[in-house]
């Protein structure tokens, strides 16, 4: 189910003379149902709980009911999630989380089902990692973000709404965006002390992703917070944001800690 300001925008790209095709292959919505809004805007009614309405496609939008585990699943989705259409006319929502971190896919499960109650979730076992899984009609009405093609080779921007979200829990979008995307690994350094060689290790956090808007909306909430970062160019690829400064760190560990 598409919310009514998308069904809007869509028709307003129509009045401004855009071809159907060419407004279907930038909104990923089909021209089939382009051609039904055009007689007819509203969502029909349709009974039982999955037809219901969510809180962002009612007729007074609001938030999610647990806005923290909105935030956190939003830095999951954002990282390594996807949706996908299903010839019932829903949703698949679906995070890839790593067998390596059994925590992360129950934490996962449990972002979904504290965001969207009505839908129930399973976990799809795939070769070295979960697809945790969700079925229903909300899912791009919560993450408007959802489009055709790779999440890097198309503009991702926040909503007002969802800015407002991240704003009041930083660090649960930070945690899903380094659950996702991210690692605390250990670095190692040698130094020559009094003419000895000596090794030194201290910890660092990486967050990693081929989107420049999505490692922008990763610095600017980490600015905010007053942790310190700085770009990694590694093999030529500016993919890599690291924050290695030790009080930075320390507050990392604080709010977020090693993927378990």
Same mark, same amino acid.
């Given at each position: 189910?598409?919310?009514?300001?998308?069904?809007? !925008?869509?028709?307003?790209?129509?009045?401004?003379?855009?071809?159907?095709?060419?407004?279907?292959?930038?909104?990923?919505?089909?021209?089939?149902?382009?051609?039904?809004?055009?007689? *007819?805007?509203?969502? &029909?009614?349709?009974?039982?709980?999955h037809f219901e309405p969510c809180v962002?496609?009612?007729?007074?939008?609001?938030?999610?009911?647990?806005?923290?585990?909105?935030?956190?699943?939003?830095? &999951?989705?954002l990282g390594d999630g996807c949706i996908?259409?299903?010839? +019932?006319?829903?949703?698949?929502?679906?995070?890839?989380?790593?067998?390596?971190?059994?925590?992360?896919?129950?934490?996962?499960?449990?972002?979904?089902?504290?965001?969207?109650?009505?839908? !129930?979730?399973?976990?799809?076992?795939?070769?070295?990692?979960?697809?945790?899984?969700?079925?229903?009609?909300?899912?791009?009405?919560?993450?408007?973000?959802?489009?055709?093609?790779?999440?890097?080779?198309?503009?991702?921007?926040?909503?007002?709404?969802?800015?407002?979200?991240?704003?009041?829990?930083?660090?649960?979008?930070?945690?899903?965006?380094?659950?996702?995307?991210?690692? +605390?690994?250990?670095?190692?350094?040698? +130094?020559?002390?009094?003419?000895?060689?000596? *090794?030194?290790?201290?910890?660092?956090?990486?967050?990693?992703?081929?989107?420049?808007?999505?490692?922008?909306?990763?610095?600017?909430?980490?600015?905010?917070?007053?942790?310190?970062?700085?770009?990694?160019?590694?093999?030529?690829?500016?993919?890599?944001?690291?924050?290695?400064?030790?009080?930075?760190?320390? &507050?990392?560990?604080?709010?977020?800690?090693?993927?378990?």
């Open positions: 189910m598409y919310d009514l300001r998308t069904r809007k !925008r869509v028709l307003s790209l129509l009045s401004d003379g855009r071809s159907l095709n060419s407004v279907s292959k930038e909104t990923g919505v089909s021209r089939s149902v382009i051609r039904a809004w055009r007689e *007819r805007l509203e969502p &029909l009614p349709r009974p039982g709980k962002r496609c009612r007729a007074d939008p609001g938030l999610p009911e647990d806005t923290a585990a909105y935030a956190y699943l939003l830095g &999951l989705y996908s259409d299903h010839p +019932r006319g829903a949703h698949h929502l679906r995070i890839a989380c790593a067998d390596d971190w059994p925590g992360l896919i129950t934490a996962c499960e449990e972002a979904i089902v504290a965001v969207l109650p009505m839908c !129930r979730v399973w976990r799809l076992q795939k070769q070295g990692c979960v697809a945790v899984t969700s079925y229903g009609r909300h899912w791009k009405c919560l993450f408007p973000q959802h489009g055709p093609g790779r999440k890097h080779e198309r503009r991702i921007a926040l909503e007002d709404w969802q800015q407002r979200i991240v704003d009041a829990h930083p660090w649960e979008f930070v945690r899903g965006l380094i659950h996702s995307d991210g690692c +605390r690994i250990t670095n190692w350094t040698t +130094r020559t002390v009094a003419g000895r060689t000596k *090794r030194y290790e201290y910890p660092r956090y990486f967050f990693t992703n081929v989107s420049e808007d999505i490692r922008r909306l990763c610095t600017d909430t980490l600015d905010a917070l007053g942790v310190e970062w700085a770009p990694c160019t590694r093999g030529g690829r500016p993919f890599n944001i690291s924050v290695a400064r030790k009080g930075s760190v320390a &507050l990392m560990d604080r709010h977020i800690g090693p993927k378990h």
